[in-house]
């Protein structure tokens, strides 16, 4: 198994450009979630999903938007990128465990730059 | 804007003993409790997990302590390594109709040789 994939590594956008990120895995894991990690901060959620069809906002949901067409594939998009959407991007997936979403696992990341 | 300046806390310990890294969280309804490890450059790789209906949870090397009471949440690693050194995070899941996992800002732990 490939496990979480995220592409691509690195990018550098202008303001107001936009783009999408991409990110699927191989598990047949119903949830999956983007987060945002910016410097000597915890992760923060933007949005998730607990099955194909269907998603919600996390935390920090503003300037993006994602759809969940396949259990695989999770795209993040950025509609017209800002200068504080700098940051690293991690998707990740789980299983459904009872009560709730099981152990996490996360892609390797997108180091994003709006100039 | 940026936290510019934001500094994440720090633990520095030396190779072989054993170190604590706390944390404090938020929701008293989550129901789930992960600890994360974070190499850098690398994504969150999972250690240890504990549900609400329990206050210890073992594994190799690591255990993981929960008080309900005062919502606090700690991991232990026993003899430290050199390769323990990474940034760490809790994470609790709210639970009930949401699913979502917060995270905490997270400590570095330095391990000194």
């Known amino acids: 198994n490939a496990g979480v994939t995220q592409t691509p590594k690195f990018q550098v956008l202008k303001t107001g450009q936009s783009m999408t990120l991409q990110c699927a895995q191989d598990?047949?894991?119903?949830?999956m979630s983007w987060y945002r990690q910016d410097p000597g901060m915890g992760l923060r959620l933007i949005h998730y999903?607990?099955?194909?069809?269907?998603?919600d906002q996390g935390e920090v949901p503003n300037g993006y938007n994602v759809s969940r067409s396949t259990t695989e594939d999770f795209p993040l998009r950025l509609l017209s990128a800002a200068p504080s959407q700098t940051s690293v991007y991690f998707c990740?997936?789980?299983?459904?465990?009872?009560?709730?979403?099981?152990?996490?696992?996360f892609g390797p990341g997108t180091r994003l730059t709006v100039l | 804007g940026e936290n510019v300046g934001l500094h994440l806390p720090t633990l520095s310990v030396q190779e072989g003993d054993n170190s604590i890294i706390n944390c404090a969280y938020s929701?008293?309804?989550?129901?789930?409790f992960i600890w994360y490890k974070q190499e850098s450059g690398k994504g969150p790789q999972f250690i240890i997990d504990?549900?609400?209906?329990?206050d210890k949870r073992q594994g190799q090397r690591v255990t993981v302590l929960l008080n309900k009471t005062v919502k606090h949440l700690s991991l232990q690693i026993a003899a430290t390594q050199p390769g323990d050194s990474a940034v760490y995070f809790c994470?609790?899941?709210?639970?009930?109709?949401?699913?979502?996992?917060?995270f905490g800002t997270g400590t570095l732990l330095a391990v000194q040789p």
């Open positions: 990740a997936s789980s299983y459904r465990a009872s009560g709730g979403i099981g152990t996490q696992y």
């Open positions: 598990m047949n894991h119903e949830y």
């Open positions: 999903s607990v099955g194909a069809g269907i998603t």
């Open positions: 929701n008293s309804a989550s129901d789930y």
């Open positions: 504990i549900r609400s209906n329990m």
């Open positions: 994470a609790e899941n709210t639970g009930g109709a949401t699913n979502k996992l917060i």
